[in-house]
């Protein structure tokens, strides 16, 4: 059976109304990680199973049971520890061509009843834990496809299922792909969001990511600060505004400019200055134009906002120069001291350590960043710190 079949008559308990909860509990998984066990034992009632259980499966050696209602949990543990590794039904499946793999089976299906209870699998997993009989529904999503692996929703019972009831699980069976498909994208999403924080954290700079519509999405702890103050620069319903409308205006129009731009490439950007009250100086601002991705398919743009604040000599991110120049914690401390123009001896007695210390991890540095002096090393830091303000230097 494939997944195009008619859904036909339903079992007499499996009504509209149920169907309906099933959808509705199903696509909750979204995003609540419990929503698999609600929906795994909501099927397994509807259906009339003694367990219900969602797995992933190579369909040669390897196999994972990830979420499962009413199976003992010494069973995952086999399953997952050993019996993934000689399942029948991944066996019977593998045999079939790829287009016949996807649908609704039953265990007899894929494993003839007499083949079946000569394997290890027979003995060893479902005699010992009374799962004689089962359906599953294999599935084959995004992931699966890129990884080599199927997803089953696997129904397990003493007696064998019924057409009406494989008919039934049909019906269910375009909603659980779509599940499925939803889930990965809203981990997807969070994934990039937890990568991009971590970036801009990392910048020595206050820094924004926003849309065409200067609508702030993403915002390190220095540019927080400066939104927080709102001198120059403030958010009013998630957009970026600046202290006059004409300034506003300015900044969003730049925003829009680079997240639009044809080719989406961070190039030199714009550079503009935000007018402030509390400082003669305005707030210089840069608007770099990133690369377009797509996430569920969407294409999203967006732009790198970032704010060149005054010398207020905050040392750089260590983490920053770890990875930059591939300094050691210590190193990266001592560096972010000697970019903001602190003397070796001063450094020395704030570490409650010898100055030759000092020295022997100031050379270390040097060589590692390939400076002949520190005025040198302080001049390298500042020109690539300062490099990730492209355009700093264009006019306004």
């Not at 499966?57 to 399953?79: F, I, M, N, Q």
């Not at 704010?307 to 990875?323: A, C, H, K, M, N």
């Not at 350590?353 to 002949?372: D, H």
Request: proline share 4%; with cysteine; hydrophobic share 40%.
């Amino acid at each position: 059976m494939t997944p195009s079949d008619s859904v036909g008559r339903m079992p007499r308990q499996f009504d509209d109304r149920t169907l309906l909860s099933l959808v509705n509990t199903l696509y909750s998984t979204a995003d609540d990680d419990s929503g698999w066990y609600r929906f795994l034992l909501e099927l397994s009632e509807a259906l009339g199973s003694q367990s219900a259980s969602l797995l992933s499966h190579t369909l040669k050696a390897d196999g994972t049971l990830w979420a499962s209602a009413r199976l003992d949990p010494e069973a995952v543990d086999a399953y997952n520890e050993h019996y993934y590794s000689c399942d029948p039904f991944a066996v019977g499946l593998a045999k079939l061509a790829p287009e016949q793999q996807l649908g609704v089976h039953t265990g007899e299906m894929l494993a003839p009843a007499a083949e079946y209870q000569r394997t290890e699998f027979f003995a060893g997993f479902s005699a010992r834990f009374k799962l004689p009989r089962m359906m599953t529904a294999i599935l084959q999503t995004a992931d699966d496809r890129t990884a080599g692996t199927v997803t089953g929703i696997t129904l397990i019972r003493k007696h064998s299922f019924t057409q009406r009831e494989r008919r039934a699980l049909q019906a269910l069976y375009p909603h659980i792909v779509r599940a499925l498909e939803v889930r990965r994208r809203l981990d997807m999403a969070g994934g990039i969001a937890q990568e991009l924080s971590e970036i801009l954290a990392l910048l020595p700079v206050a820094a924004m990511l926003v849309d065409d519509r200067a609508r702030l999405f993403q915002a390190n702890d220095r540019a927080r600060a400066i939104l927080r103050d709102a001198d120059g620069l403030a958010t009013r319903a998630g957009l970026l505004v600046g202290l006059t409308s004409d300034d506003t205006s300015t900044l969003q129009a730049a925003c829009a400019r680079a997240a639009s731009s044809a080719v989406g490439l961070a190039g030199p950007g714009t550079t503009l200055t935000l007018r402030r009250t509390t400082e003669p100086t305005g707030l210089r601002i840069v608007v770099s134009g990133l690369p377009h991705g797509r996430l569920g398919g969407l294409r999203h743009r967006r732009a790198l906002v970032l704010v060149d604040e005054p010398e207020d000599g905050t040392p750089p991110s260590i983490l920053l120069l770890q990875r930059l120049y591939g300094l050691t914690t210590t190193e990266a401390e001592i560096a972010s001291r000697i970019a903001v123009g602190d003397d070796l001896r001063d450094i020395a007695e704030a570490r409650a350590i010898a100055l030759q210390t000092v020295q022997w991890f100031n050379k270390e540095i040097l060589a590692k960043t390939g400076c002949r002096s520190r005025a040198s090393l302080v001049r390298h830091l500042t020109r690539s710190l300062a490099s990730l303000l492209e355009g700093r230097t264009t006019k306004d």
